[in-house]
T-cell receptor, first 113, second 115 residues
Framework: KNQVEQSPQSLIILEGKNCTLQ??????????LRWYKQDTGRGPVSLTI?????NTKSNGRYTATLDADTKQSSLHITASQLSDSASYIC????????????FGTGTRLKVLA | NAGVTQTPKFQVLKTGQSMTLQCAQD?????MYWYRQDPGMGLRLIYY???????DKGEVPNGYNVSRLNKREFSLRLESAAPSQTSVYFC??????????????FGEGSRLTVL
């Protein structure tokens, strides 16, 4: 069964600190993996996409990694800001006739001043 | 450029009432989706439309109907609302090609409560 699991469920950190969010997946055949940021009361917005051949990709203070062998991805946030408080959702796309997305349940991050 | 627009943002219904959630995108995307988001669960696909004139069931279609009115608009209808349909509903469209290929663009959500 295609699944995406994220950890931790929630996380509280102080402003300026770093944190790492984890995503493990069992999706086959794998197409790509995206991290989305969802602010409270808003729709998810894509942060980054990882394809099979990519190990690391950065988007400002966000750095995503992908290990296709172990089927794990991480999202590292550097020098956190209050505006980073949000849910972060890992979404894995499966190849096939119909483009299919499998969503993780998200990690809820709160950054405190 | 508005992206994906959903209406209404909030709605309260009584059990048995019907309503339609509206969604429109201005990015010329072919594929559109309706998801629901419940606490502790990932987004679940209700229905999708790969192109104008076609619709297909997703993971949780029971109790819902959809209409792909044209390339821009994709509506979701609850014929007889039930408390189990209390949720946040998201419409999304899929990017066409290049770096945006496969990226989902979401609306702001419609928060529905069924009493």
């Amino acid at each position: 069964k295609n699944q995406v699991e994220q950890s931790p469920q929630s996380l509280i950190i102080l402003e300026g600190k770093n944190c790492t969010l984890q995503c493990n997946y069992t999706v086959s055949p794998f197409s790509n993996l995206r991290w989305y940021k969802q602010d409270t009361g808003r729709g998810p917005v894509s942060l980054t996409i990882m394809t099979f051949s990519e190990n690391t990709k950065s988007n400002g203070r966000y750095t995503a990694t992908l290990d296709a062998d172990t089927k794990q991805s991480s999202l590292h946030i550097t020098a956190s800001q209050l505006s980073d408080s949000a849910s972060y959702i890992c979404v894995v796309s499966a190849m096939g006739g119909t483009y299919k997305y499998i969503f993780g349940t998200g990690t809820r991050l709160k950054v405190l001043a | 450029n508005a992206g994906v627009t959903q209406t209404p943002k909030f709605q309260v219904l009584k059990t048995g009432q019907s309503m339609t959630l509206q969604c429109a995108q201005d990015m010329n995307h072919n594929s559109m989706y309706w998801y629901r988001q419940d606490p502790g669960m990932g987004l679940r696909l209700i229905y999708y439309s790969a192109s104008e004139g076609t619709t297909d069931k997703g993971e949780v279609p029971n109790g819902y109907n959809v209409s792909r009115l044209n390339k821009r608009e994709f509506s979701l209808r609850l014929e007889s609302a039930a408390p189990s349909q209390t949720s946040v509903y998201f419409c999304a469209s899929r990017g066409l090609a290049g770096a945006l290929s496969g990226e989902l663009f979401f609306g702001e959500g419609s928060r529905l409560t069924v009493l």
